[in-house]
């Protein structure tokens, strides 16, 4: 079974600074992917950015960027010119490949605040 | 094109009574996660459906909760005789063919009192 762990309960930031979120997973397998969803207030469910496990380039997308290192099964999430917005619930997540359907394994979630 | 719907949004039963929750995928998406999130904590995965089949129930409860999706219709998740444990929120989420980005719904927050 896959797991992922978030070490980080809460985190803040300055506005227009940068943070670091960690994540952590376990697998056995060799082909999955990986996100980051954003859960604001409404606690609407939002993907913020994805990497397939097969591709050596870090994904990015616009202020957001991760930093995926296979070998140590990490993948961190780094926000640029951090906004009020920005302020929310930060999920990592798991899906294991070879399919394109299959379930979504969270991590605890890290409380991002951004601070004015 | 529409979201992933999802009603209600609030519910609120009494121990022992039955819950109905219900989610309209993305149009043309053919396939259903449910999850669920208890206070303080991610998202567990509950069931994965696909039209009128049950594909992954790995994460249900084996008694009390079951779920559905019909040929027509929305997918139905539905808690029977709901204890103050099944205060959540519950998301579903669909994809559609040969895609493995899920599209999350707004969520139906259950409080049991």
């Known amino acids: 079974a896959q797991t992922v762990t978030q070490s980080q309960p809460e985190m803040s930031v300055q506005e227009a600074e940068t943070v670091t979120l960690s994540c952590t997973y376990d697998t056995s397998e060799n082909n999955y992917y990986l996100f980051w969803y954003k859960q604001p207030p409404s606690r609407q469910m939002i993907l913020v950015i994805r990497?397939?496990?097969?591709?050596?380039q870090n994904a990015t997308e616009n202020r957001f960027s991760v930093n995926f290192q296979k070998a140590a099964k990490s993948f961190s999430l780094k926000i640029s010119d951090s906004q009020l917005g920005d302020t929310a619930m930060y999920f990592c997540?798991?899906?294991?490949?070879?399919?394109?359907?299959?379930?979504?394994?969270f991590g605890q979630g890290t409380i991002l605040t951004v601070h004015p | 094109n529409a979201g992933v719907m999802q009603n209600p949004r609030h519910l609120v039963r009494r121990r022992g009574q039955e819950a109905r929750l219900r989610c309209s995928p993305m149009k043309g998406h053919s396939h259903v996660y449910w999850y669920r999130q208890l206070p303080e904590e991610g998202l567990k995965f509950m069931v994965y459906?696909?039209?009128?089949?049950?594909?992954?129930e790995s994460g249900m409860p084996k008694e009390r909760f079951s779920a559905e999706f019909p040929k027509e219709g929305p997918s139905i998740l539905r808690i029977q005789q709901v204890v103050r444990g099944d205060s959540a929120a519950y998301f579903c989420?669909?994809?559609?063919?040969?895609?493995?980005?899920?599209?999350f719904g707004p969520g139906t927050r259950l409080t049991v009192t």
């Open positions: 997540a798991f899906m294991k490949g070879g399919t394109s359907y299959g379930k979504l394994t």
């Open positions: 989420a669909s994809s559609p063919d040969f895609e493995y980005e899920q599209y």
């Open positions: 459906l696909q039209k009128e089949n049950i594909i992954d």
């Open positions: 990497q397939e496990a097969y591709k050596q």
